[in-house]
C-alpha cells in the first residue's frame, strides 16, 4: 500500500478554480493508478476522476467532464486535480486514492489506499 496525503482544499466563489495534490508515499507509485473522489454532506462517495500507472489515459465523471482535470508526476510521486469552473455542487471533501489494478476504476470498493480528505467549498 501507499500513503496518501492530501492539500489544496479551500474556500472559492463559484466560477473560481483550484487545484487539489496528493503526495504518496513508498517506491511503487507509479504501479498505481490513481483516482479521486468526492463525498458531499448527506450523500454517497461519488467518483470524480482517474488516471492510469502511465498518465496515458484519464477518466472523469460526467458531472466534471471538462472542468476538471487529473495528472500525476511520478517523479514526485504526486496526482493533481485541476479544478476550474467550480459550481456551488462541487462542494465536498476531495479524497484520492490508490488501486493497484486498475480493473473498475470509477468503483470507489477497487481502490486500496485512501488519504485524509482536503474541504472543497465553493460559494455561490
Known amino acids: 500500500q501507499v500513503q496518501l496525503v492530501e492539500s489544496g482544499g479551500g474556500l472559492v466563489q463559484a466560477g473560481g478554480s483550484l487545484r487539489l495534490s496528493c503526495a504518496a508515499s513508498g517506491r511503487t507509485f507509479s504501479s498505481y493508478y490513481m483516482g479521486w473522489f468526492r463525498q458531499a454532506p448527506g450523500k454517497e462517495r461519488e467518483f470524480v476522476a482517474a488516471?492510469?500507472?502511465?498518465?496515458?489515459?484519464?477518466y472523469y465523471a460526467d458531472s466534471v467532464k471538462g472542468r476538471f482535470t487529473i495528472s500525476r508526476d511520478n517523479a514526485k510521486n504526486t496526482v493533481y486535480l485541476q479544478m476550474n469552473s467550480l459550481r456551488p455542487e462541487d462542494t465536498a471533501v476531495y479524497y484520492c486514492?490508490?488501486?493497484?489494478?486498475?480493473?473498475?476504476?470509477?468503483?470507489?470498493?477497487?481502490?486500496?489506499?485512501w488519504g485524509q480528505g482536503t474541504q472543497v467549498t465553493v460559494s455561490s
Open positions: 488516471i492510469t500507472w502511465s498518465g496515458g489515459s484519464t
Open positions: 486514492a490508490a488501486d493497484r489494478f486498475g480493473r473498475e476504476v470509477t468503483t470507489q470498493y477497487e481502490y486500496d489506499s
